[in-house]
């Protein structure tokens, strides 16, 4: 029986990365994301690889939705073996200009949508006793750095939600782990870069060099296909032991 992998916002950087991967083992995929193209990134990754795919823009801000996005991915494809919580936003200011409504956006989309996706597939995993869950934090849910409050306290959230649902798996193998990927360069990362460049005046090779790959030993940004692959192999029938873990992927940011 083919697998299926529900990842949340495909349809761009990662978690298109992801998906793609996903689709080259033979999983089908349940894309998602807020791109206006993603019906057609949908149609196009099914045809290259002979996989069934189906698309949802499921906005996360909204509860019901993504309780709907789940329940659809379930009935379209009979079951859900991987859940890639993956969709996320980033706002940077400092914390006395940080607007509330950003702050609720941030932990909405990068928090608690990982808490409502997970609870909604919870039972269909549990009696299938088979679910991987791999939720896509950051260097940031281990690591602060300043002006991104909202993001850090999501991320950080993020990685203690994983060992919860780790621990409450445990009997039903059902896995959960997250992923901690230092920078890469995915349109996310490049509206950063260019507002940063505003703020501090410099030019983007600047931001790059000076601000963002500061922290990382390996000066380049992470290769969205790397992070995929560590995905694939959390996946796997035989990542059973691996569970509540929280990877890096920083090229050595937190080994500092
Ligand atoms: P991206 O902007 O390329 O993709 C984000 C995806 O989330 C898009 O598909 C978008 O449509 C979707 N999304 C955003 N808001 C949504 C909403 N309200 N409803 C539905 N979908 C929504 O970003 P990315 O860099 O690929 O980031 C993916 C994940 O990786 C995020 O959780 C991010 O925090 C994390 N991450 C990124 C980096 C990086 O350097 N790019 C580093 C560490 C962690």
Same mark, same amino acid.
């Given at each position: 029986m083919k697998k299926t992998a529900l990842i949340t916002g495909s349809t761009s950087g990662i978690g298109l990365a992801i998906a793609k991967a996903f689709a080259g083992e033979g999983y089908n995929i349940m894309f998602h994301g807020l791109e206006e193209n993603g019906e057609e990134i949908s149609r196009k990754v099914g045809k290259?690889?002979?996989?069934?795919? =189906?698309?949802?823009?499921?906005?996360?801000?909204d509860p019901g939705a993504i +309780?709907?996005?789940v329940e659809t991915a379930i009935s379209n494809f009979g079951?859900?073996?991987? !859940? *890639?919580?993956?969709? /996320?936003?980033q706002y940077v200011s400092p914390v006395a200009d940080f607007p509330l409504e950003k702050w609720n956006a941030i932990i909405a989309i990068n928090l608690s949508s990982v808490f409502i996706a997970s609870k909604a597939i919870w039972n269909s995993m549990k009696e299938n006793?088979?679910?991987? *869950? *791999?939720? *896509?934090?950051?260097?940031?849910? !281990?690591?602060a750095s300043e002006f991104k409050a909202a993001y850090v306290a999501a991320k950080h959230g993020v990685i203690g939600l994983t060992k919860v649902l780790a621990l409450e798996g445990a009997g039903d193998?059902?896995?959960c782990n997250a992923i901690c990927p230092g920078y890469v360069? @995915?349109? !996310?990362?490049? /509206?950063q870069i260019k507002d940063q460049a505003k703020?501090?005046?410099?030019? +983007?090779?600047e931001v790059v060099k000076n601000i963002m790959l500061k922290k990382q030993a390996v000066k380049e940004f992470i290769p969205e296909d790397k992070i995929a692959e560590l995905a694939i192999f959390l996946a796997m029938d035989n990542a059973?032991?691996?569970? /509540?873990? =929280?990877? @890096?992927?920083?090229? /050595?940011? @937190?080994?500092q």
């Open positions: 290259e690889n002979n996989i069934k795919t =189906a698309f949802s823009n499921a906005n996360l801000l +309780e709907n996005l079951s859900i073996e991987v !859940l *890639i919580n993956n969709a /996320g936003i006793k088979f679910g991987r *869950i *791999i939720n *896509i934090s950051s260097v940031h849910g !281990l690591r193998n059902i896995t360069k @995915t349109p !996310l990362v490049e /509206g703020a501090h005046q410099l030019t +983007e090779e059973s032991s691996i569970t /509540g873990s =929280a990877y @890096t992927l920083d090229g /050595g940011w @937190t080994a």
